[in-house]
């Protein structure tokens, strides 16, 4: 296994022109996500085209020249409590094109193993209960670890990567491609359109054509723009942040969540010491009670055929005056399992599915989907125990639809104002919240580097 750190062929041209840009309001509330990552592995080729991990590390260069700021120093701003909506508490920025950058983290590893039996085929996984255990092969050691990812822990990031990407060859010829990032800097539209992108420099190069424009678009303060109100200004305004309050999103409050949190999170129900904690007034506490540390965890990727979702869709909307999607009705049924396995079917308090969703064609006028950042929310969908299909795909479908342009507004003012984006949850684990998210229609499994799809 080998490491090093690559960097755009334009920083390596020249690095003393730096560039700061600060990231948005939704981006900051982001800090404390996962990593966003995904990896694809591919067979031996099939024909006269190979792809050597050496030539992919060329590709990701040229990929990198459209994306600089990846190999940038993902980094908090200097708090200024006078200064505008960017310096507050805990927001962030990135600093680009300097001789200081981190660069992107590139994990060059090997398998001694075949690719068919390190990872069964889709159709393979499909046959029998379509159910399969991840657990039963070493996927997570396709995904770069090597080093930290930059604000990783919340408080460390100097010198330390917010990009990572990790090539690994099986004895058979065949590869795996992973690609890690901070949350930040890219949510999953964000990662899968480099993934393109960063394909299609390879195919290119490959066959001797042009390099292909790449246009994606960094610009956070598009998405600021869509805040209402005035964002600089010393004090936020009460009716805007009325009509935030309208949105059926989850606002625990981690410092208001000492009492019952486990060790490992202790330190962030402490109020910074930068802020007076005698002019906080505190929220909701995160209910602790409700998520067993100690139960087994498992992960499963399950499929379902397509006349699954059709029968479920057709069950779910038949008495629906509103159009259900597919994966509204997809996420009621699973939902439903849930509850039940859960215990929860007849129980009479709020049970939630929290629901990822992208913002960019949900604001006036729409981001585009070349928007790069994390213009993302986490909504949250309430029930008393289990209901009809109908009924709870239904539930879904309303309230994503309260999340549009007149109403994201008033969000982001509020968001902006926060005193700190860490501070507020906007979902939580436990037997009464499930976390959901999509990454429907991003094509992620037609990504083709030259040598076919994954």
Not at 10 to 22: A, E, I, Q, R
Not at 31 to 58: E, R
Not at 179 to 200: E, R, T, V, Y
Not at 343 to 366: A, C, K
């Amino acid at each position: 296994m080998s490491t090093s750190r690559v960097f755009p062929e334009s920083h390596l041209k020249d690095s003393t022109h730096p560039h700061y840009v600060s990231l948005s309001i939704l981006d900051a509330t982001t800090t404390n996500f996962s990593p966003t990552c995904a990896t694809w592995i591919y067979d031996p080729p099939k024909d006269t085209h190979t792809v050597s991990t050496q030539q992919l590390v060329i590709s990701l260069q040229k990929t990198l020249d459209a994306y600089p700021h990846w190999a940038g120093q993902l980094q908090y701003v200097s708090y200024n409590a006078n200064g505008d909506h960017t310096q507050r508490f805990e927001r962030l920025g990135v600093l680009y094109g300097a001789k200081s950058d981190p660069g992107v983290e590139v994990v060059i590893a090997q398998r001694p193993e075949i690719v068919s039996s390190f990872v069964p085929t889709a159709a393979d996984r499909e046959v029998g209960s379509g159910l399969w255990n991840p657990e039963e092969t070493s996927l997570a050691e396709l995904v770069p670890t090597a080093s930290s990812l930059a604000l990783h822990d919340l408080v460390h990031f100097e010198g330390l990567p917010a990009m990572m990407v990790q090539l690994t060859n099986f004895a058979c010829g065949g590869l795996a491609i992973a690609i890690k990032l901070a949350h930040p800097l890219a949510d999953a539209q964000s990662l899968m359109g480099f993934a393109h992108n960063w394909a299609a420099i390879n195919r290119a190069l490959i066959t001797n054509e042009p390099l292909p424009s790449l246009c994606p678009i960094f610009e956070p303060e598009q998405l600021d723009r869509a805040a209402l109100g005035n964002i600089d200004a010393p004090n936020p305004d009460p009716k805007l942040i009325e009509a935030a309050r309208n949105l059926p999103l989850h606002r625990y409050d981690c410092w208001a969540s000492l009492d019952g949190s486990p060790s490992f999170m202790a330190q962030l129900t402490k109020i910074p010491s930068e802020l007076d904690s005698n002019t906080i007034i505190l929220g909701k506490p995160l209910s602790w009670s409700e998520w067993d540390l100690t139960a087994p965890v498992s992960h499963y990727l399950v499929s379902f055929t397509v006349d699954e979702i059709k029968n479920m869709w057709e069950d779910a909307s038949s008495n629906s005056e509103i159009r259900i999607s597919r994966l509204d009705a997809l996420l009621a049924h699973i939902w439903m399992l849930i509850i039940r396995a859960r215990e929860l079917s007849h129980d009479q308090q709020p049970i939630y599915l929290d629901v990822t969703l992208g913002l960019r064609s949900r604001l006036n006028p729409p981001l585009s989907e070349n928007f790069v950042g994390s213009p993302i929310i986490l909504g949250n969908v309430s029930t008393i125990g289990i209901q009809p299909i109908g009924k709870m795909a239904l539930s879904i479908r309303s309230t994503l639809s309260k999340f549009n342009s007149s109403s994201i507004g008033p969000m982001l003012h509020e968001l902006a104002f926060e005193l700190s984006p860490n501070r507020l949850w906007n979902a939580f684990l436990g037997r009464r919240n499930t976390i959901v998210t999509s990454w429907l229609h991003l094509k992620t499994y037609e990504v083709d580097f030259g040598i076919g799809v994954p």
